[in-house]
């Protein structure tokens, strides 16, 4: 009996060990995946705020060729104070959700959001042979984090357009709601995906851009897209691709009524 007891006793001590290690492990974890948490957002901001950067440049130097225009440069400043404000505001959202914390969800119209990326990217999609079709309801609102959600789409369309270079093709945003839902799709008539990489598209790190025979002037980070999917998750919705190679892409994102 004395015996069963000793046994007993020694195997409470061991599980409490275990426990304890186990305890010392998770939070050890949670320490390395604030870490990686941190990693990935610097990734994430510097692909966005180079988004925006872009236009801005593309402002400055318009200005400085046109210095005695002061109705362009008063416009050009309007645009790079606007700029800097959403920058602020996306390192904001994005640090917030590298910590956890809830981002304020409102009803916000869908098509300001949109129009406002256009405005924001500055470069007119038709001078790269790229015809834009819009068809969004002027009463469509989506219930999330605005600054979110337009990056979201901001990422799609430069994606699609990217995808149509060189040759130019049609960029398609369209947008309805169901009783429960909202559906946004962005589609493109560019180069596709090809079905090897459609299970992997929305992974950290992976990307299609590094094709030395691609028509676009820069590598992907391989952020883009997994970043989409996060903030779409984090809204309780989802998101999907589809995709013909040679034909396009057209993604689909589904965000909850409130």
Same mark, same amino acid.
């Given at each position: #009996?004395?015996?069963?007891?000793?046994?007993?006793?020694?195997?409470?001590?061991?599980?409490?060990n275990?426990?304890?290690?186990?305890?010392?492990?998770?939070?050890?974890?949670?320490?390395?995946?604030?870490?990686? *948490?941190? @990693?990935?957002?610097?990734?994430?901001?510097?692909?966005?705020?180079?988004?925006?950067?872009t236009?801005?440049? *593309?402002?400055? %130097?318009?200005?400085?060729?046109?210095?005695?225009?002061?109705?362009?440069?008063?416009?050009?400043?309007e645009?790079?104070?606007?700029?800097?404000?959403?920058?602020?505001?996306?390192?904001?959202? #994005?640090?917030?959700?590298? %910590?956890?914390?809830?981002?304020?969800?409102? %009803?916000?119209?869908?098509?300001?959001?949109?129009?406002?990326?256009?405005?924001?990217l500055?470069?007119?999609?038709?001078?790269?042979?790229?015809?834009?079709?819009?068809?969004?309801?002027?009463?469509?609102?989506?219930?999330?984090?605005?600054?979110?959600?337009?990056?979201?789409? #901001?990422?799609?369309?430069?994606?699609?357009?990217d /995808?149509?270079?060189?040759?130019?093709?049609?960029?398609s945003?369209? /947008? @309805?709601?169901?009783?429960?839902?909202?559906? $946004?799709?962005?589609?493109?008539?560019?180069?596709?995906?090809?079905?090897? *990489?459609?299970?992997?598209?929305?992974?950290?790190?992976?990307?299609?851009?590094?094709? @030395?025979?691609?028509?676009?002037?820069?590598s992907?980070?391989?952020?883009?897209?997994?970043?989409?999917?996060? $903030?779409? *998750? /984090?809204?309780?919705?989802?998101?999907?691709?589809?995709?013909?190679?040679?034909q @396009?892409?057209?993604?689909?994102?589904t965000?909850?009524?409130?």
């Amino acid at each position: #009996m004395t015996s069963i007891i000793e046994k007993r006793i020694s195997l409470h001590k061991r599980l409490a060990n275990q426990q304890q290690e186990t305890e010392a492990l998770q939070s050890h974890i949670s320490h390395l995946q604030a870490l990686a *948490n941190i @990693g990935t957002v610097t990734h994430m901001i510097a692909h966005e705020i180079n988004n925006l950067l872009t236009p801005l440049g *593309n402002y400055a %130097n318009l200005a400085l060729k046109n210095i005695d225009d002061k109705l362009l440069v008063e416009k050009v400043l309007e645009k790079t104070v606007q700029g800097c404000e959403r920058a602020s505001k996306i390192m904001e959202s #994005m640090l917030g959700m590298a %910590n956890g914390k809830t981002q304020e969800k409102k %009803n916000t119209q869908l098509i300001s959001l949109v129009e406002e990326i256009f405005t924001c990217l500055c470069r007119d999609f038709a001078k790269d042979g790229i015809t834009v079709k819009i068809e969004i309801p002027e009463e469509l609102t989506v219930w999330a984090v605005p600054v979110q959600v337009q990056q979201v789409l #901001m990422n799609l369309i430069l994606n699609a357009r990217d /995808a149509m270079l060189p040759r130019g093709g049609i960029l398609s945003i369209k /947008a @309805g709601e169901s009783n429960d839902a909202v559906q $946004i799709e962005v589609a493109d008539t560019g180069c596709g995906i090809e079905p090897g *990489n459609l299970k992997n598209i929305f992974k950290s790190f992976f990307t299609t851009k590094k094709d @030395g025979n691609s028509p676009i002037e820069y590598s992907g980070s391989g952020l883009g897209l997994a970043f989409c999917k996060k $903030i779409i *998750n /984090a809204h309780g919705g989802c998101i999907s691709v589809e995709s013909i190679p040679s034909q @396009g892409s057209t993604f689909k994102i589904t965000l909850p009524k409130p």
